[in-house]
């Protein structure tokens, strides 16, 4: 069944990227995968979301327990080795979501070909964001609503978009695992300046209004 779905996935999204979602039809697909119809409707129901296929799937719960449980014990706000950890399950997702310059590539070419889908991929980005950002919480013993993990995990997501355009870009040589250290250096460097809002060379208002 697994090989199916891959498959099914597979050729979805090379006919997608190629000639667009009305260029073929789910009888055409499943000649290529070599299933019925009927078949095809028990993986998916339409051909929208053989394309997405596994895209939508959050953290295995295993790798969520294992998150949680590390930020357990006695510590003054958050936990020694959340950025560690966040950046760990960031590598580990990568690496076990066919995480290649292909299906990269193949991606831009889908969005080319059907522009509208870039709603679907940001509506489920922002849901995995959501689920990334109560993981945190819950890790940390915050409440569901405090604003600290949606921050967390934005700058994270952002950074991780980053890194993937610099790792798939022709003149890298370095890791994955490399330009994300790196890219997480820069903005903990930044981050770590004084906020000062206010403009230090405005000159005062004489007339004291704000």
Do not use: W
């Not at 449980?69 to 003054?76: I, Q, S, T």
């Not at 990334?132 to 934005?154: H, K, M, Q, S, W």
Request: glycine fraction near 6%; aromatic fraction near 10%; charged fraction near 25%.
């Amino acid at each position: 069944m697994q090989r199916t779905y891959d498959d099914l996935v597979a050729q979805a999204r090379t006919l997608t990227a190629e000639r667009g979602l009305a260029g073929f039809t789910v009888e055409e697909l499943c000649d290529r995968v070599g299933i019925s119809r009927r078949t095809f409707f028990n993986y998916f129901p339409t051909k929208e979301d053989a394309v997405f296929g596994e895209y939508d799937t959050g953290f295995p719960q295993k790798e969520q327990d294992e998150f949680v449980a590390r930020g357990a014990g006695d510590h003054a706000g958050l936990s020694p080795t959340l950025l560690s950890d966040i950046a760990r399950l960031v590598i580990t997702r990568a690496r076990h979501n066919d995480f290649t310059r292909q299906r990269h590539q193949l991606f831009r070419d889908i969005i080319r070909a059907e522009p509208h889908l870039m709603a679907k991929l940001m509506a489920v980005g922002e849901s995995q964001q959501r689920d990334f950002a109560r993981l945190v919480a819950t890790r940390e013993g915050l409440p569901p609503d405090d604003p600290l993990p949606n921050a967390i995990v934005g700058v994270t997501l952002s950074l991780t978009f980053q890194t993937v355009d610099e790792f798939f870009s022709d003149d890298n040589d370095h890791s994955f695992e490399e330009l994300l250290e790196r890219n997480i250096a820069i903005a903990r460097q930044f981050f770590g300046q004084p906020l000062r809002l206010s403009d230090p060379t405005a000159r005062p208002d004489p007339t004291g209004s704000p």
